[in-house]
């Protein structure tokens, strides 16, 4: 069975919260956004991540990361660890203006970590606003 980020078209795992477009899941567990498309629950991820930079100043892994993943949930400093790896930086290295190259390795490296594994290929690059021959996988 696909992971649950994976069949809701919700890679991130974001909590549904009334976003256009998506409704919450189904079941007595239900609590995350369900999006008609994977490109829908790309955006939504883009989004959150731009939220957590622009309006809350979040610019480091482990600011993003301990807000997205907190430790009452998850094992958050693995999460923060399996994130920088990913990108190349330290936890706490100031990130800086999110540029369309730091937004995809930001949604490659979430969506791993939520799944365990990445569908998306070259349409995260897409959404993260990479020209057409920057789309590399």
Do not use: C
Request: glycine share 12%.
């Amino acid at each position: 069975m696909e992971p649950r980020g994976i069949r809701n078209n919700n890679p991130g795992n974001l909590n549904y919260v009334g976003q256009a477009g998506a409704h919450n899941e189904q079941g007595d567990h239900g609590r995350f956004a369900v999006f008609s498309t994977a490109e829908a629950g790309l955006m939504a991820l883009r989004g959150q991540l731009l939220r957590y930079h622009q309006r809350d100043g979040l610019d480091s892994i482990s600011a993003i990361i301990s807000k997205w993943a907190p430790p009452a949930e998850n094992n958050t400093h693995e999460y923060i660890e399996g994130v920088a790896h990913a990108l190349g930086v330290s936890p706490d290295t100031p990130l800086g203006n999110f540029s369309p190259h730091l937004m995809a390795g930001l949604m490659q490296a979430i969506i791993m970590m939520e799944n365990g594994k990445n569908p998306h290929g070259s349409l995260i690059y897409q959404v993260a606003g990479l020209p057409a021959q920057e789309n590399i996988t």
